[in-house]
């Protein structure tokens, strides 16, 4: 598949089931003695690492001034400094925790705590990437750009696939891509509660530019950018004719599965001639508008949001049975109702099928359930199969199980959420470009259900851990039907002090 111009519907089947139920037949593990490599840390080569424009002090005053789930009062301050409390909101650090093995904590979920995704505001002529350790907006590029910009800026979103470590091979793609669907979420929302209007616009005929003036080198280690405008008529590319990196990074990644994993993701893009403005629609689309019964604010719902504890800095999650009441899930529902930002990705999401097991929820029966979700009518779960046993026998197809040194959690959760898709019917009309929209479609309702279990003091883990050969006879996955993400949520058994960061 490498060097390959284009990829056919085969190569992108051939990856997705390479990192499923195929992985043991098509995805040899590397070769022995290749050594453990990832670019965590960095910010990438073209980032000043002097002076920047420090980012707004506040925004978590702000959000706590904000009831749960409505949206900011900002009368006083300028569309600018609204869109800088935003970013801030949505990718800056939140906490520490002294007993987890892996540190930092940001408003969104992330692998090992390595957040690939960086986060970049750019106008024609400038761009800075968004540095939530120094709380700045550093210049990209060797010229040191001036803040703020000359006419209007735009935020892309961008993730390097070799901040998760080099083990995980082909499944950094789908894991950053993810990611990027979580990060995408976390901005809509936070833009809309500070009174902005995001519009999506998916990789098209100007991406390389765009990766040029983002200094996104070395290529394959970064994903095609998406970009966010506060007007729907803004061009989100950079001219053709704009300046590229300073200098070129060299690629010290080894990884012979990097070259596929960037062909893969680049299928994504709009061709020339094709949808040329797939973009959205306009705001108010991420966050439902009833809250239900919680009365918390905004700055106390993002800080909640985790991916499940454990004691002694130990791997896994633990959790504890415990009825919760049926409020959480109509919320959880509510926010998977909220449709992704543009008309691509909601056909997209239409292949995408969503169930949960339910377990000690007050007033619902324990067992499968599958969403239903309609243009005209609230989304609602539907009971399948009632099964008391059935968080209990999941268990058994998760990646890991309970051991001395590591927690699972997954007998005692209250929901198990999985996102699935028959992958060659989903390729088959959408093409292969299908298979990574789908990626930023399950991040972005993930995100929205780590929202709503935050919001009822549970936590949500999202994975990639459950074999699908091993749930077949549990939920009766079909041929072809890949677990895109799952998203495990209950109540946490550990509490501990944490450090306060938020800003």
């Avoid at 070129?248 to 080894?254: K, Q, Y």
């Avoid at 504890?320 to 909220?338: F, M």
């Amino acid at each position: 598949m490498t060097g390959r111009a284009t990829l056919s519907a085969d190569d992108v089947l051939r990856y997705a089931f390479s990192q499923a139920p195929g992985r043991d037949f098509v995805a040899p593990l590397g070769p022995e003695g290749r050594g453990l490599t990832t670019t965590f840390g960095s910010c990438g080569h073209g980032a000043a690492t002097g002076h920047g424009r420090g980012l707004p002090w506040g925004t978590a005053d702000l959000l706590a001034a904000t009831p749960y789930p409505g949206s900011c009062t900002t009368t006083l301050l300028s569309p600018e400094d609204r869109l800088l409390h935003a970013l801030v909101a949505a990718f800056g650090i939140q906490r520490q925790e002294p007993s987890n093995l892996f540190n930092d904590h940001r408003s969104c979920a992330s692998v090992r705590s390595r957040f690939p995704v960086h986060a970049f505001v750019h106008s024609d002529d400038e761009a800075w990437i968004v540095d939530p350790y120094r709380h700045s907006l550093l210049p990209v590029g060797a010229s040191g750009s001036p803040w703020p910009p000359v006419g209007a800026v735009s935020v892309a979103l961008a993730g390097r696939y070799t901040h998760l470590p080099s083990l995980y091979g082909r499944l950094r793609g789908p894991l950053v891509e993810l990611e990027l669907g979580i990060s995408l979420r976390s901005l809509f929302t936070t833009l809309e509660l500070f009174g902005l209007a995001g519009h999506l616009w998916l990789p098209g005929p100007g991406t390389p530019q765009l990766m040029d003036r983002l200094a996104l080198a070395p290529r394959r280690q970064w994903s095609a950018p998406l970009t966010v405008t506060m007007d729907p008529s803004d061009q989100p590319w950079p001219p053709a004719t704009g300046p590229g990196p300073a200098e070129a990074e060299a690629d010290t990644d080894d990884d012979p599965t990097l070259d596929e994993v960037m062909a893969v993701n680049r299928t994504s893009l709009v061709r020339p001639g094709g949808a040329a403005v797939e973009k959205s629609h306009g705001g108010g689309l991420a966050v439902p508008r009833d809250g239900g019964e919680v009365s918390l604010d905004w700055a106390e719902v993002i800080w909640r949001r985790n991916s499940g504890r454990m004691p002694r800095r130990l791997p896994g999650v633990s959790g504890r049975p415990q009825t919760v009441s049926p409020t959480a899930v109509r919320d959880a529902v509510a926010w998977l109702g909220r449709p992704p930002p543009t008309p691509r990705l909601q056909e997209i999401a239409e292949h995408v099928t969503v169930s949960a097991c339910v377990s000690h929820v007050a007033e619902l029966a324990s067992g499968w359930y599958r969403l239903e979700r309609g243009p005209h009518a609230p989304a609602t779960l539907q009971l399948v199969d009632a099964d008391p046993a059935l968080a209990t026998r999941l268990e058994s197809c998760y990646g890991h199980g309970l051991g001395p040194e590591v927690g699972c959690a997954v007998r005692h959760a209250n929901l198990i959420w999985m996102m699935t898709a028959d992958v060659p019917a989903l390729v088959d009309a959408a093409g292969p470009g299908g298979w990574t929209l789908a990626q930023y479609v399950c991040g972005w309702m993930a995100h929205g259900l780590c929202l709503a279990a935050a919001a009822h003091g549970m936590y949500a883990r999202p994975n990639r851990a459950f074999d699908e050969i091993l749930l077949h006879p549990v939920v009766g996955t079909r041929p072809g039907e890949i677990v895109l993400l799952s998203v495990v949520s209950g109540v946490g058994r550990f509490l501990e002090p944490m450090l306060d960061l938020r800003t």
